[in-house]
């Protein structure tokens, strides 16, 4: 009898883990999450070169929510934290699952010590990437990359906010998530816009992989940043140089 227990507790514990809805953790393209942007490009092996520039709006991965087709609109610090890279892949005909791409975007954070800043590529923390598909038909290529994703990650949170106006205008927002361990995620997003005159419409298929481990980190530099300028302040209540 005990022997019977032991087996179905065993059974039960698999079955809750097996539907749990989370992945191994997710990775981009292998790399290790928190790796600087130097080991990010040297990922790529110069065949794709990743260009970096300093970046103002570096993105809290928990509030993203898979809008990633217009960052504007999403949280973001407001001060430099951090590096973006950048791949424009349509001219070095990269393609992802038999899909080209326009470009490749490699988020990493600034890292802290000691209350200090360090801003030196080699000290910064990857923490999310995203491709830009270069398709026309995007909803078969969102059905397909679905399809693909679950096949290695299991079904994904399917989200649906397609809205239609009065006007007969219609707004397409679709987005898959798939959860992984460690606060690792890939979401795949579909939105658009299409006029009901059929003067203007547009759709972006992106897919996003992240580690919401960053955000603490990226709140911190903010905070620090943000001391700074008021102790500048501070510093320069009598100083009427120029005006």
């Known amino acids: 009898m005990r022997k019977l227990l032991s087996t179905i507790i065993i059974f039960i514990i698999a079955f809750v883990c097996a539907n749990s809805g989370f992945a191994d953790e997710i990775q981009f393209r292998g790399i290790p999450w928190l790796s600087s942007l130097s080991e990010v490009q040297a990922s790529f092996g110069g065949e794709v070169p990743i260009d970096a520039v300093e970046e103002f709006q570096m993105l809290l991965v928990n509030d993203l929510n898979g809008d990633y087709s217009n960052i504007n609109e999403v949280s973001h610090v407001e001060y430099p934290s951090g590096w973006i890279g950048i791949c424009p892949a349509s001219f070095y005909d990269v393609s992802v699952a038999g899909y080209p791409l326009d470009e490749i975007d490699i988020y990493c954070s600034y890292d802290v010590e000691d209350g200090i800043i360090l801003k030196n590529i080699g000290s910064s923390k990857f923490y999310l990437a995203a491709y830009r598909f270069n398709v026309s038909n995007v909803e078969e290529a969102y059905s397909d990359l679905q399809q693909k994703m679950s096949s290695l990650y299991g079904e994904g ?4 906010n397609d809205y ?13 998530t798939w959860n992984g361990d460690s606060n690792t995620k890939a979401v795949l997003a579909y939105r658009g816009f299409d006029d009901a005159s059929g003067s203007f419409s547009y759709a972006h298929l992106w897919l996003t992989y992240s580690t919401s481990d960053a955000d603490d980190l990226i709140k911190t530099i903010c905070q620090i940043q943000s001391g700074d300028e008021l102790n500048r302040i501070d ?3 009598s100083n009427t140089d120029g005006l």
């Open 164 to 176: 239609e106006y009065f006007t007969g205008d219609v707004t397409i927002d679709r987005t898959t």
């Open 235 to 237: 510093q320069n209540r």
């Open 157 to 160: 949170e399917i989200a649906n």
